[in-house]
């Protein structure tokens, strides 16, 4: 039997020195996960595990329904509700049914809210269908509030463009008529008399 030192086992490589590699090493450096130029996969493309699973589930969809079925109608829970999940869906918002005035100006929003406010008072309405619905309203109102601002802004801007033209229409007639009597030899006080 020869004679082998354990040492020729496997022996870890002595660290590197720290002055001859770089901190960051090319390998563990960060990249762009494509090349420039590659869109990557496209928008929509599934993967082929998933594909699989939706071909498998087509093919025996009609027997896993029926399964679940026997299932929930014998009394298994999670059966029952994956078949009411599916049949009954959750509800996410309900739609309000309420005769409501058209809202056309800030007053109209203002009589929909007071509405609105009757309603959920009477119990015709929840209280948290009844604040989405004013929310709205407000909005409304607010829309109608910036345009109305606007639209006088508007105007005043307009006033006082034509005001001012009207100022300098009105100092070129002033001194045109000064020039006029300079010429005919009157001085500008003797024409204010």
């Known amino acids: 039997m020869p004679t082998e030192s354990v040492s020729s086992a496997v022996v870890a490589p002595p660290p590197p020195d720290s002055a001859d590699t770089p901190r960051n090493p090319a390998h563990f450096a960060r990249g762009r996960p494509f090349q420039k130029g590659n869109p990557g996969k496209a928008k929509g493309t599934r993967n082929k595990v998933n594909a699989m699973a939706d071909a498998l589930l087509a093919e ?14 014998n009394g298994n829970v999670t059966a029952l509700r994956l078949c009411l999940d ?56 607010l829309s109608f ?18 005001r001012l033209t009207q100022q300098r229409r009105d100092s070129e007639l002033e001194d045109a008529l000064r020039d006029a009597w300079r010429r005919e030899g009157f001085s500008v006080g003797e024409a204010d008399d």
């Not at 739609?95 to 005035?101: E, I, N």
Request: proline letters at 5%; hydrophobic letters at 45%.
């Open 145 to 162: 509030a910036v345009q109305q601002h606007a639209a006088a802004h508007e105007e005043r801007r307009q006033q006082s463009i034509a």
């Open 60 to 73: 025996n969809a009609e027997a896993l329904l029926r399964k679940a079925i026997e299932l929930a109608v």
């Open 86 to 141: 599916r049949v009954v869906p959750p509800r996410r918002q309900a739609t309000v049914d309420a005769a409501l005035p058209d809202i056309a100006t800030r007053d109209d929003a203002h009589a929909a809210t007071m509405q609105v406010t009757n309603l959920v008072a009477a119990g015709d309405l929840s209280p948290s269908e009844g604040q989405g619905l004013v929310r709205l309203f407000e909005r409304q109102a």
